[in-house]
C-alpha cells in the first residue's frame, strides 16, 4: 500500500473516530456561539488545498461582525471575543475541519492551509507545502505554532513534506493531543495570531 493510500485511510478512520468522540462537545460549543455571538455559528473561507487547489474550510466562528462607520470590519483583536479567545487557545474552533478531512479535502496531518492571497508571495520552494493535503496540525504546529516566523514556519513545513510518513504523522498527532492540554504560541507577540505574509525582503 503506498503512502497517500495508508495516509488517507487513516484520514478517514481518525475523522470518523474524532468526530463521534466530539459530537457532545461540538454542540455545546454551537449552542456558547449561538448565545453569545449569534448566527452563524460557523466560519467558512476558501484556502489552498493540493496543488493551490481551493476548497471551503470550515471552522467555528470565533469573531464578530463589527463593522466601523464606513462598513469595514473592524481590525480582529476588536472583534474576537472571550468565547473565541478560549476556542482558539484549546483548538476548539477548528473541530469541523475534521468534515473537511472526511470529505478529502484536508489531512489530519499536514502544512496549515493559509489565506489564499498568500499564494503569490511564495518562493518556489515555499510552494512546496502544497504538494501535500493541508492539515488540521502539522509539524509547524506542534514546533512552536504561530511563535514562529514565516520562513520558519515554511521551513518546517516543506520538511514535513519531503520526509512524511505514518510513524511521523502519528508522532505529530500525539505531540498536537500535548499541545491541546497545554496550549501555547496560540498568538504571535503583538498580534491575534500571525501577521500577514507578504514574501521575503
Known amino acids: ?89 484549546y483548538s476548539l474552533d477548528e473541530i469541523p475541519e475534521l468534515y473537511n478531512v472526511l470529505i478529502g479535502d484536508m489531512s489530519l496531518v499536514g502544512p496549515r492551509p493559509l489565506l489564499m492571497e498568500y499564494l503569490p508571495h511564495y518562493s518556489s520552494e515555499q510552494s512546496h507545502r502544497h504538494d501535500v493535503k493541508p492539515g488540521i496540525t502539522g509539524w509547524a504546529q506542534v514546533n512552536g505554532r504561530n511563535l514562529l516566523e514565516w520562513k520558519e514556519k515554511f521551513k518546517l513545513d516543506t520538511w514535513y513534506v519531503d520526509n512524511q510518513n505514518a510513524l511521523l504523522d502519528v508522532k505529530i498527532l500525539l505531540l498536537t493531543v500535548w499541545r491541546v492540554i497545554h496550549p501555547e504560541g496560540v498568538s504571535h507577540p503583538g498580534y491575534e495570531t500571525m501577521p500577514k505574509f507578504t514574501g521575503d525582503d
Open 1 to 89: 500500500m503506498k503512502i497517500y493510500q495508508i495516509k488517507r485511510l487513516m484520514d478517514i478512520t481518525g475523522s470518523l473516530l474524532l468526530i463521534t468522540i466530539l459530537i457532545p462537545l461540538a454542540i455545546l460549543v454551537i449552542i456558547l456561539i449561538f448565545c453569545k455571538m449569534g448566527s452563524p455559528v460557523f466560519f467558512t473561507q476558501m484556502r489552498p488545498g493540493l496543488n493551490g487547489k481551493p476548497f471551503f474550510m470550515y471552522k467555528f466562528r470565533t469573531m464578530l461582525d463589527t463593522i466601523d462607520k464606513n462598513g469595514s470590519l473592524l481590525p480582529d483583536g476588536e472583534r474576537l471575543t472571550k468565547l473565541g479567545i478560549f476556542l482558539r487557545k
